[in-house]
């Protein structure tokens, strides 16, 4: 839109709700979701029991005692989501996991969630987030700098190695028509292919060492501590203010929901869909930088070609999950780190494979999708909760 | 880009070239050139010597059949290729009023043509180069890579088909790579139980299709986003086939997780074809059905009524809806059908190759086929070329590997770089999915 966008334009014009209202309005949403866990924590839950060697030999004589293996069902049922809860949310330092975790989720999840908004489908997350991390990292661990501007120069390196990794798509797809979601998918192999040659070569190992690692990051580059966990997760909850600011304060970010809910529309009213796309990208890959800087700067952890681990696509999860909101992505990145760092716990105490998290954040997100399903299942009566703008076909 | 410009004239009509337009054509040349100047370099750097192209393999029962010619000679023939090609593109605005079939260059079947022309030649100069100057003293010659190219597509191919189907009832299929994974591991299962590979397929087909009825449940019942149905069904196979596997435990995994693999079945005849004969004819049954596919899909959809109705269901249901077509039983319909070529393809990386089952099998191939669905334009033929091109890619980045001139992490990636200059550079334009994808559909 032209600098002289008229100034009504400018933020959402919708006149603010009571807390009342606002409460009401966020009633359903909230049953759906919580009834949507206790739904998948119940299918997990016939999984762990089907699946328990323990469980299916006393159900072998289930006839003769059925007391006995549905007693040991329940047990190990029991212990295993004990142990997911103890490792989530039962001491400071399993609190703390969870946060370190949900943190490169919410970044990686925001810059999903942007793209969503636009209408665009952005599976780059993890390629996005591999280009950040590698410039971060080698910022990190090769320059030489006084200690807060290491910091904030290794995290921008990041941020913009991400932006134009999303950049390239944006721009592709603005100049070309080529479809955001081919670019993206070959992208994050063509960036993990990078970053597993840079592992080769001399610059990027660890001197004397030819394993495919990198050294650790400087001491002056990482998060220092605070409250506890590092001061990566106050930057994550920064940045969905940031985003959220966007979304709904901002011209820009009027301008991409306009491109998100009709471009046709939004091309009549003057805004360029060109620029919408390519800013949005280059957003999204910054935000997803931030999260691969997160995982190198925030702990000890070298760079490896299994630095992204399953991030980038968690964070699809995570956005869909958060129904397109920066506050709902923050809630799911919440849920979904706690998931993992519970799981971690659960596998070593009960030996239930940490898949069954996994299994645990898909039928959740399926479920809050669903919410005719979950009300079905619970015979719960709740008015259609609106639905958030999501990019709804290939565009 | 002086020559894009259409010169202004009293006589002739001015055709009027679009900004899209002459964007396109910038793209175009800029990338021609870019592939000329490379292979101009590579023809520098490639030592004199011979470059064999083993179009066969020795066997039992054929000698091989190698094609030798002088390494700089042919680096120069695909040059010069190239270079021809270029020049057409190039000058097609200039020559446009006066020569009118120059301008079939820009466009259509001919343009594709010569993009493939020009892209083979790029291939075999940079195959010479690569194959150049080898330190051994009886150089290696290059291998025929249609074999592996097939081996590569196959499960691409039915994966696409299988999004084909679907995606033109109107129900968009991201988690193909959901299906390729429990087709893949119930195939490993089942195939291992039974004892039969070929009981395996059906194991496959059938968790292909399961994982399908969930898709459809959710987006044709619920009316819930069938992106995030897709995303969340790739997890949840990811998440269970993990989980399963995890909790075989290790002194079971001969039982439950190790099946007998499909054997080879050469076509009589057809087999002893030199040259494709081998690679073509002498598959297993998996890739039969592959090229079987195909067609079916091709024929159940454009020439059948029952595809008539799914097309008409994926373009615009209400209207189907108008005229007596059950929209959401098509739709259902489609998508079941679409599992069954899914988990075909899912059964690839089980029974079809390596046998048993490991966690990801299939890495990521489920999304490949996706792309190779919208780069062959929702089509099941086009979806079958786009996997081809990108199981030749990924053959001949395998097969120059073990040369170790280009670091093979970088080699790796080329399959993913030449969908991306395919698709953004020389293809362009916009895919145009079936008008109703994605969109749920609500009797009023």
Redesign the interface.
Same mark, same amino acid.
């Given at each position: 839109m032209p600098e002289s966008s008229p100034p009504e334009h400018r933020a959402s014009t919708r006149s603010r709700p009571s807390a009342v209202a606002l409460a009401q309005s966020w009633l359903p949403t909230v049953r759906i979701t919580i009834l949507s866990i206790v739904l998948a924590l119940l299918i997990g839950a016939l999984?762990i029991a089907v699946?328990?060697?323990d469980v299916l030999s006393k159900f072998e004589y289930f006839f003769a005692d059925p007391g006995d293996g549905l007693w040991a069902a329940i047990e190990t049922i029991a212990d295993t989501y004990w142990a997911l809860l103890n490792g989530s949310f039962g001491s400071g330092a399993a609190i703390a996991s969870t946060l370190e975790r949900a943190a490169p989720l919410t970044c990686a999840g925001l810059g999903v969630t942007l793209a969503f908004r636009v209408g665009l489908?952005n599976?780059g997350a993890q390629g996005q987030l591999i280009a950040g991390a590698v410039c971060a990292a080698y910022v990190g661990f090769t320059w030489d700098m006084p200690p807060a501007l290491h910091l904030v120069v290794a995290v921008l390196a990041g941020m913009i190695g991400g932006a134009i990794w999303g950049g390239v798509v944006g721009l592709?797809k603005a100049?070309?028509?080529?479809?955001e979601?081919?670019?993206t998918?070959?992208?994050n192999?063509?960036a993990?292919?990078?970053l597993?040659?840079l592992l080769?070569l001399e610059a990027f190992q660890v001197p004397g060492s030819n394993d495919p690692k990198s050294p650790v990051v400087d001491s002056d580059a990482r998060f220092p501590d605070l409250l506890g966990v590092h001061s990566g997760v106050y930057v994550a909850l920064l940045s969905a203010v940031v985003v959220w600011w966007l979304l709904s304060r901002s011209t820009v970010g009027f301008e991409m929901r306009a491109v998100g809910a009709n471009p046709d529309a939004a091309r009549t009213a003057g805004i360029s869909i060109a620029k919408a796309y390519i800013l949005v990208m280059l957003l999204a890959g910054l935000l997803a930088g931030l999260a691969g800087a997160q995982q190198v700067n925030g702990h000890e952890d070298p760079l490896t070609d299994g630095i992204a681990g399953s991030l980038g696509?968690d964070a699809? #999860?995570v956005a @869909?999950l958060g129904r397109g909101t920066p506050s709902g992505t923050v809630l799911a990145a919440i849920l979904f780190g706690a998931l993992d760092s519970g799981g971690r716990q659960m596998q070593a105490a009960t030996g239930t494979?940490l898949?069954? #998290?996994?299994? @645990?954040?898909?039928?959740i997100?399926?479920f809050v999708?669903?919410p005719?399903?979950v009300r079905g299942a619970f015979r719960v009566r709740d008015r259609e909760a609106g639905?958030a703008v999501?990019?709804?076909?290939?565009g | 880009m002086g020559t894009a410009t259409v010169i202004e004239s009293a006589e002739a009509p001015v055709a009027v070239v679009s900004p899209a337009e002459r964007r396109r054509y910038i793209r175009v040349v800029s990338i021609l050139g870019v592939a000329a100047l490379l292979q101009l370099w590579m023809l520098v750097e490639t030592a004199d010597g011979d470059f064999t192209f083993r179009a066969q393999a020795a066997s039992a029962e054929q000698d091989a059949i190698d094609l030798t010619l002088g390494g700089p000679m042919l680096a120069t023939i695909c040059l010069v290729i190239t270079a021809v090609v270029l020049a057409l593109v190039a000058a097609a605005p200039a020559l446009r009023r006066r020569i009118g079939a120059v301008a079939a260059v820009q466009r259509g079947p001919l343009f594709v043509g010569l993009a493939i022309l020009a892209g083979l030649a790029f291939i075999v100069g940079f195959c010479v180069w690569v194959y150049s100057g080898q330190a051994r003293t009886e150089p290696l010659p290059m291998t025929n890579p249609l074999a592996g190219t097939l081996e590569f597509a196959t499960p691409l191919a039915l994966g696409a088909i299988a999004g084909a189907m679907c995606e033109r009832a109107g129900v968009i299929n991201i988690a193909i790579e959901g299906q390729f994974l429990v087709g893949a591991f119930f195939a490993s299962v089942i195939g291992t139980i039974a004892w039969s590979p070929y009981l395996g397929l059906v194991g496959g087909m059938g968790a292909g299709v399961a994982l399908g009825a969930l898709l459809a449940l959710f987006t044709i019942r619920y009316m819930v986003n069938h992106i995030v149905v897709g995303v969340v069904l790739v997890v949840f196979a990811t998440g269970t086939t993990g989980f399963l596997l995890d909790q075989i435990p290790d002194d079971k995994n001969s039982d439950l997780n190790s099946p007998p693999i499909l054997e080879t079945w050469e076509v009589p005849g057809l087999s002893d074809v030199p040259v494709i004969g081998e690679a073509v004819f002498a598959q297993n049954l998996l890739v039969y059905l592959m090229y079987a596919a195909v067609p079916v899909a091709w024929f159940l959809l454009f020439r059948t009524r029952w595809g008539l109705r799914v097309r008409a269901v994926g373009e615009h249901p209400r209207a189907a809806d108008t005229v007596g077509i059950r929209v959401r039983a098509r739709r259902w319909q489609a998508v079941l059908a679409g599992g069954v070529f899914a988990g075909l393809g899912g059964a690839y990386y089980t029974v079809g190759s390596t046998g048993a089952f490991d966690k990801d099998a299939s890495n990521g191939t489920g999304f490949i086929a996706l792309a190779a669905l919208i780069m062959g334009r929702w089509h099941p033929v086009g979806a079958f070329f786009a996997a081809l091109f990108f199981g030749f890619v990924s053959q001949m980045q395998f097969q120059l590997q073990i040369l170790q001139k280009i670091p093979t992490e970088l080699l790796g990636m080329t399959p993913y770089l030449a969908t991306i200059v395919a698709v953004a550079g020389l293809i362009g334009g916009r895919a145009k999915p079936p008008a109703a994808d994605g969109q749920p559909y609500e009797k009023d």
């Open positions: 999984l699946s328990n060697d489908f599976i592709l100049q070309t028509g080529a479809h979601v081919i670019l998918i070959m992208l192999y063509v993990l292919s990078i597993r040659w080769t696509f699809i #999860t @869909l494979p898949d069954l #998290t996994t299994i @645990l954040q898909a039928l997100v399926l999708a669903a005719a399903l639905d999501l990019a709804k076909g290939w | -």
